[in-house]
C-alpha cells in the first residue's frame, strides 16, 4: 500500500467513525418529530397513554373498571377500541352516539367525557367527565382531539394541528351548587365540602333529615356533585329502627384503606331512592305519578370520589326533592325491593343464580337498578311471563357502581307477570358464600320505581 492509499484508507477510517458517533449521538438525543407522527399517534403519546391507559383506569382488561366501561385505551389498541364503537353507557347509546364518530365531535362520547362543559351536548349527562379524579386535560389538548374527529378520525394522517398539544391552559369552572327550591315547591338536601387526600378513594354517606312533617309527593328530584365523584344515591332504610346517627360522617374506608366494618353494616339496611352516575342528573316522573315521601322520613346520601392527584380536592353534593299537591297525584310511585335471599355458591366456582318475582297487579317499571356485592360479575333482569318473556331489560357488571337505567317508554308489566334476577357470581375463594349483611357475604336485589295501574 503507496502512502496515498495509506492516507485514504485512514481518512475513510475517520469519515466512518465520525458518522457513526453522530448517528449514535442522534439515537440517543433525538426525540420523534411530531410533524412525523399523524394526529391519532400524537393523540396516543400526549393524551390517551399518560391520562387514560393507566393501571385500574383504561389499560387492560384486568383493571377493576373494565367491567364497566369496557374499553381498553393502550397502544395498538386504542384505535380499534373507539372509532365507530358502540359506546357501553346506555344513554348515550340510545342517542345514536358512537365512541369516536367521524367527522361528529358532538356525537362523540369521547369528545363529551374529555370536555367537562356539558353545553356542547345541550345539558344531556352520560357519566362522569375523563379523566375520573385526575388532573383535567388542557383546552389544547381537547381541541385537538375535537379537530382529529372532525377531519374524519384517520388511523394515519395528520390532520391537527400539534401546536395545540403544547398549549397547557386549562379551563375551570367554579363549581356553583343546585339553588335551594323556593319555599313550598321542595326541599335540599347537602353533603357539605369535604376534603378527599392525595391518590385516595373516598366514599361516604351521612344520613340527613327531609324535615317533612307531613307526607309529601315528589314529582321530579335534581342532584349535583363537585367533578370527580364517581356517584351520588339517596337511600332510603329497610328498617327504621336500626338507623345511622342522624349528621354523621361515615366513610366506607378507613384513613389506611381498609373497610370500616360498621360503615358496610348499615349498607344492608338500604333501600335506593334516588340517585346518578352523572355529575348532575334531572330526573322527572311521568305526569300525575309521584313518589311518596313519608312524614318524618330521613334518608342516608352517599358519595364517592376519586383522587389521582398529588393535591387534596374538596367533595360535595346536594339534592333537590320537588314536591306536588296530593290533589294532582294520580299514581303513587314505588321503590322495588326485589331481593333473592336463597344464595348458595360453592368455593372456587362461578354460578349463575335466578330468581323471578311474579307481580299479583299491572305495573308500569320506570327506572331499574341493581346491588350486590364483590363476587357479582353480571346482573341481568330479565321480564318474566307475557309476549316478552326473557326479554333482558337491564344488564350491569360492576357491583360496586352498579347501572340506574330510566324508561322513556315504562315497562307495561301484567298482573301474573315480573321480573327475573340473572346474577352470575365468581367465588374465587376457598370457602362457600351464602346471603348476607357483611361484605364477605353476597346479595342480588333489584331496585327501581314502578306505579301500579
Keep these: 500500500m503507496n502512502l496515498l492509499t495509506s492516507s485514504r484508507f485512514v481518512a475513510g ?23 412525523a407522527l399523524s394526529s391519532f399517534d400524537l393523540m396516543q403519546q400526549k393524551i390517551l397513554t399518560p391520562s387514560c391507559a393507566t393501571a385500574g383506569c383504561h389499560a387492560s382488561e384486568r383493571d377493576p373498571s373494565f367491567a364497566q366501561h369496557g374499553l381498553v385505551l393502550a397502544e395498538g389498541v386504542a384505535y380499534q377500541n373507539l372509532v365507530g364503537i358502540d359506546p357501553k353507557n346506555g344513554d348515550a347509546r340510545t342517542d345514536g352516539l358512537k365512541r369516536v364518530k367521524a367527522f361528529a365531535s358532538l356525537e362523540s362520547l369521547l369528545y363529551y367525557k ?32 375535537r379537530r382529529w ?12 394541528d400539534a401546536a395545540l398539544l403544547d398549549d397547557e391552559t386549562v379551563t375551570v369552572a367554579d363549581y356553583v351548587p343546585l339553588p335551594v327550591p323556593s319555599a313550598g315547591t321542595g326541599v335540599q338536601l347537602r353533603i357539605a365540602p369535604f376534603d378527599i387526600q392525595p391518590n385516595f378513594e373516598r366514599e361516604l ?5 327531609v324535615g317533612n312533617a307531613q307526607d309529601v309527593y315528589v ?50 339496611n338500604h333501600v335506593f331512592l334516588a340517585g346518578s352516575q352523572a355529575q348532575q342528573q334531572d330526573y322527572t316522573f311521568p305526569e300525575g305519578a309521584a313518589l311518596l315521601i313519608p312524614a318524618g322520613t330521613s334518608l342516608d346520601l352517599n358519595v364517592h370520589y376519586v383522587n389521582k392527584t398529588n ?6 353534593a346536594q339534592i333537590n326533592l320537588y ?5 294532582t297525584v294520580q299514581r ?42 364483590k363476587l357479582g360479575e353480571k346482573f341481568v333482569i330479565r321480564l318474566n311471563g307475557g309476549t316478552r318473556h326473557g326479554e333482558v331489560v337491564y344488564t350491569s357488571t360492576d357491583w360496586e357502581h352498579p347501572d340506574i337505567i330510566t324508561f322513556k317508554t315504562p315497562l307495561d308489566v301484567k298482573a301474573g307477570e315480573g321480573l327475573t334476577s340473572e346474577i352470575t357470581y365468581n367465588n374465587t375463594t376457598s370457602k362457600a358464600v351464602r346471603f348476607g349483611l357483611t361484605s364477605e357475604d353476597e346479595m342480588g336485589i333489584i331496585f327501581g320505581y314502578y306505579y301500579e295501574e
Design 219 to 268: 314529582n321530579r328530584f335534581a342532584i349535583k356533585m363537585r367533578s370527580g365523584s364517581h356517584h351520588f344515591i339517596a337511600y332510603n332504610f329497610r328498617d327504621k329502627s336500626l338507623l345511622p346517627g342522624l349528621n354523621d360522617v361515615r366513610d366506607l374506608r378507613n384513613a389506611d384503606n381498609s373497610m370500616n366494618f360498621l360503615t358496610v353494616l348499615s349498607m344492608a
Design 114 to 145: 374529555l370536555d367537562i362543559t356539558a353545553s356542547h351536548h345541550s345539558g344531556r349527562e352520560y357519566g362522569n367527565p375523563m379523566p375520573m379524579g385526575g388532573e383535567l386535560l388542557s383546552d389544547g389538548k381537547i381541541e385537538f382531539v
Design 149 to 160: 374527529i372532525e377531519a374524519g378520525a384517520p388511523r394515519q394522517s395528520a390532520v391537527a
Design 323 to 327: 314536591t306536588v299537591d296530593k290533589s
Design 13 to 35: 477510517i475517520i469519515v466512518l467513525s465520525l458518522l457513526h458517533l453522530t448517528a449514535c449521538q442522534k439515537t440517543a438525543t433525538d426525540t420523534t418529530d411530531p410533524a
Design 205 to 209: 354517606f351521612t344520613r340527613k333529615s
Design 311 to 316: 393535591a387534596v380536592m374538596k367533595g360535595e
Design 332 to 373: 303513587v310511585v314505588q321503590t322495588l325491593d326485589l331481593g333473592n335471599s336463597n344464595l348458595a355458591i360453592p368455593a372456587n366456582n362461578r354460578v349463575t343464580l335466578s330468581k323471578s318475582f311474579v307481580f299479583d297487579k299491572p305495573r308500569k317499571v320506570l327506572a331499574l337498578t341493581s346491588h350486590m356485592h
